[in-house]
């Protein structure tokens, strides 16, 4: 059963599943916005109907459709001519895009030890390889270099990660994905990380970030109006490199750590938000100064995202704070750790249970009727049920940890950025970036001065 | 005046389809006396779409029957890949015939 406005969506997503004859029942308009006795027309009047004769009636004979082969030329002409025709193809984002000839592919394909072949795993919704070749020719037209191979590869090995739930990736949010960027390698391939990191206008920043969504377009096969079925949606966003400089300086771990590796791998973390904002002028000379404020911030980013905490997603909501270098610097100062900021937000950041109940039950029509009844059963921690009080504060998250921090942004201002978190439907996963573009530079190097001696 | 627009031999950028067509389940011939089951997203009003369709198909199939969403838990969220893949079993088990999910909106 599908309201009207996603029968678009059933019949793109059918097909990348294998059934697409599946029989479809229509539920009329969209049930959230109707009375009980409209529900009811609807329901009787359509939907029951349908699913009678699509419970009887055999459906129709499918059949699969042609497409090029994975290493075809599906175009040759000039730049404009190979435009138009990935455009009018729903091949390109709505903006030129660098032309992916065999040359410039193969250049991408030096910068990695892994077959052309290698599928990395198979995408939702379409149900498409994740190939190293794929990866190679999409790095071309968002305008990667060709040195940023192993970035892009790890990438797309973390989009492939079930945790991740790509095949997510068209809900109604329109939640876009950050990628978080440590080690090394940002200052190896000159990523911003200092004031305006996320800002468009760095090479590596914003082409990377372009290649993610033409990715998820290309060989996942989010395209709006078919299977991305956002409301509003969002940009693509630009990488954002950790400033680790910072972080050392501190003492304090880079969230590569947070997310299971050493300190100084090259990682790449992926996480999809909702929606965001900045937090101005944090001022204060200590913690206990600064930190009600940005308490308060995180708590504003959050309302039906709440179901990811209790409900729909049960304890997958992981909140991100960007701190500017000096609100970091104030903090660990006083001798606090990145642990001791996070159990300070777990702690001050909360809602009233009151509020908690009417944002998932009595606004949204979450599937969360009653956080006492959750704790009974066991389904949610007892922080959420430690008196019948409705004005108790409870917390947006199931543990500290569930915050993750990142070091970032101009270092000369006193400012963070909260972003809102899509829970279970994006949830962060981080991969190690195989090798640094600097051992593949030195062996593209020494294979061109083979060829070179006579 | 002479072109600057180049020329490219530009390669497809999607990869091919990992997903053959499957075949779809024989019909009923009837929904009197069979066994259905009611799969939910636990949003977007399912409990009471499901209520509306009990009401009205056990009017026209008096012997009809349910087994309700909440046999089987949540197919979008936490556990859904839990959910999901533990039905073919739980359709045995019940003795399904039939299932109907949502919902899609």
Redesign the interface.
Same mark, same amino acid.
């Given at each position: 059963m599908v309201c009207d406005g996603f029968l678009g969506l059933a019949a793109s997503t059918s097909v990348g599943l294998g059934v697409p004859n599946i029989a479809i029942a229509t539920v009329p308009g969209h049930t959230g916005v109707q009375s009980k006795e409209e529900l009811r027309g609807n329901i009787l009047g359509v939907t029951m109907d349908e699913i009678v004769d699509n419970l009887t009636r055999e459906p129709e004979t499918a059949t699969q459709e042609t497409e090029p082969g994975a290493y075809d030329i599906v175009v040759k002409g000039g730049f404009e001519e190979v435009n138009r025709y990935f455009y009018e193809h729903a091949l390109s984002d709505g903006l030129p895009v660098v032309p992916p000839t065999r040359e410039r592919v193969e250049q991408f394909l030096r910068f990695t030890d892994r077959s052309p072949d290698e599928v990395l795993g198979i995408l939702l919704p379409d149900s498409r390889a994740a190939t190293i070749w794929s990866i190679a020719v999409n790095g071309v037209m968002a305008g990667c270099r060709p040195e940023y191979m192993p970035v892009l590869v790890a990438l797309v090995e973390a989009m492939a990660d079930p945790y991740y739930g790509v095949e997510h990736s068209g809900n109604t949010p329109g939640g876009e994905t950050l990628i978080v960027l440590n080690g090394p390698i940002i200052k190896e391939l000159g990523f911003n990380y200092t004031q305006g990191v996320m800002r468009d206008g760095f090479l590596p920043n914003t082409s990377v970030g372009r290649f993610w969504r033409l990715y998820l377009r290309n060989v996942a096969g989010f395209l709006p109006h078919k299977n991305d079925k956002a409301t509003f949606g969002n940009t693509w966003r630009v990488v954002v490199a950790e400033n680790e400089d910072v972080v050392k300086e501190l003492g304090w771990e880079p969230l590569s750590v947070d997310m299971g590796y050493a300190a100084g791998d090259n990682t790449v973390t992926i996480s999809r938000f909702t929606g965001g904002n900045h937090i101005s002028s944090i001022s204060g000379s200590t913690p206990e100064e600064m930190l009600p404020y940005l308490a308060d911030a995180v708590v504003r980013q959050y309302s039906w995202q709440l179901m990811f905490t209790v409900g729909q997603g049960m304890g997958t909501l992981r909140p991100l704070v960007l701190l500017g270098p000096i609100i970091a610097r104030t903090i660990a100062r006083w001798g606090w750790s990145k642990q001791q900021l996070k159990q300070y937000l777990y702690d001050h950041a909360r809602l009233p249970a009151r509020q908690y109940e009417r944002i998932l039950r009595d606004w949204t029509m979450k599937p969360t009727w009653n956080l006492e009844e959750e704790v009974r059963l066991g389904r949610v921690p007892k922080a959420f049920f430690e008196s019948s009080d409705p004005k108790r504060m409870v917390p947006l998250v199931w543990e500290p940890d569930d915050y993750m921090i990142v070091v970032t942004g101009d270092p000369a201002r006193n400012s963070a950025y909260v972003f809102a978190h899509n829970g279970v439907l994006g949830y962060p996963v981080a991969r190690k970036i195989s090798a640094p573009p600097a051992v593949f530079r030195r062996r593209v190097q020494k294979k061109e001065e083979h060829v070179a001696t006579p | 005046m002479a072109?600057n627009?180049?020329?490219? *031999?530009? $390669?497809?950028? =999607?990869?091919?389809?990992?997903?053959?067509?499957?075949p779809?389940a024989?019909?009923?011939?009837?929904?009197e006396g069979k066994t259905?089951a009611q799969l939910w997203d636990?949003?977007?009003?399912g409990d009471?779409?499901y209520a509306?369709?009990e *009401?009205? $198909?056990r009017a =026209?199939f008096p012997n009809i029957r349910w087994v309700s969403y909440k046999e089987f838990g949540?197919t979008?969220?936490?556990?859904e890949?839990e959910v999901v893949a533990s039905l073919a079993r739980r359709f045995k088990e019940l003795k399904v015939d039939?299932a109907?999910?949502?919902?899609?909106?």
């Amino acid at each position: 059963m599908v309201c009207d406005g996603f029968l678009g969506l059933a019949a793109s997503t059918s097909v990348g599943l294998g059934v697409p004859n599946i029989a479809i029942a229509t539920v009329p308009g969209h049930t959230g916005v109707q009375s009980k006795e409209e529900l009811r027309g609807n329901i009787l009047g359509v939907t029951m109907d349908e699913i009678v004769d699509n419970l009887t009636r055999e459906p129709e004979t499918a059949t699969q459709e042609t497409e090029p082969g994975a290493y075809d030329i599906v175009v040759k002409g000039g730049f404009e001519e190979v435009n138009r025709y990935f455009y009018e193809h729903a091949l390109s984002d709505g903006l030129p895009v660098v032309p992916p000839t065999r040359e410039r592919v193969e250049q991408f394909l030096r910068f990695t030890d892994r077959s052309p072949d290698e599928v990395l795993g198979i995408l939702l919704p379409d149900s498409r390889a994740a190939t190293i070749w794929s990866i190679a020719v999409n790095g071309v037209m968002a305008g990667c270099r060709p040195e940023y191979m192993p970035v892009l590869v790890a990438l797309v090995e973390a989009m492939a990660d079930p945790y991740y739930g790509v095949e997510h990736s068209g809900n109604t949010p329109g939640g876009e994905t950050l990628i978080v960027l440590n080690g090394p390698i940002i200052k190896e391939l000159g990523f911003n990380y200092t004031q305006g990191v996320m800002r468009d206008g760095f090479l590596p920043n914003t082409s990377v970030g372009r290649f993610w969504r033409l990715y998820l377009r290309n060989v996942a096969g989010f395209l709006p109006h078919k299977n991305d079925k956002a409301t509003f949606g969002n940009t693509w966003r630009v990488v954002v490199a950790e400033n680790e400089d910072v972080v050392k300086e501190l003492g304090w771990e880079p969230l590569s750590v947070d997310m299971g590796y050493a300190a100084g791998d090259n990682t790449v973390t992926i996480s999809r938000f909702t929606g965001g904002n900045h937090i101005s002028s944090i001022s204060g000379s200590t913690p206990e100064e600064m930190l009600p404020y940005l308490a308060d911030a995180v708590v504003r980013q959050y309302s039906w995202q709440l179901m990811f905490t209790v409900g729909q997603g049960m304890g997958t909501l992981r909140p991100l704070v960007l701190l500017g270098p000096i609100i970091a610097r104030t903090i660990a100062r006083w001798g606090w750790s990145k642990q001791q900021l996070k159990q300070y937000l777990y702690d001050h950041a909360r809602l009233p249970a009151r509020q908690y109940e009417r944002i998932l039950r009595d606004w949204t029509m979450k599937p969360t009727w009653n956080l006492e009844e959750e704790v009974r059963l066991g389904r949610v921690p007892k922080a959420f049920f430690e008196s019948s009080d409705p004005k108790r504060m409870v917390p947006l998250v199931w543990e500290p940890d569930d915050y993750m921090i990142v070091v970032t942004g101009d270092p000369a201002r006193n400012s963070a950025y909260v972003f809102a978190h899509n829970g279970v439907l994006g949830y962060p996963v981080a991969r190690k970036i195989s090798a640094p573009p600097a051992v593949f530079r030195r062996r593209v190097q020494k294979k061109e001065e083979h060829v070179a001696t006579p | 005046m002479a072109s600057n627009d180049g020329y490219y *031999e530009a $390669l497809w950028p =999607r990869s091919p389809r990992q997903v053959q067509l499957k075949p779809l389940a024989k019909r009923l011939d009837t929904l009197e006396g069979k066994t259905i089951a009611q799969l939910w997203d636990f949003v977007f009003r399912g409990d009471e779409v499901y209520a509306l369709l009990e *009401e009205g $198909l056990r009017a =026209r199939f008096p012997n009809i029957r349910w087994v309700s969403y909440k046999e089987f838990g949540n197919t979008h969220g936490g556990e859904e890949r839990e959910v999901v893949a533990s039905l073919a079993r739980r359709f045995k088990e019940l003795k399904v015939d039939a299932a109907i999910s949502g919902m899609g909106c």
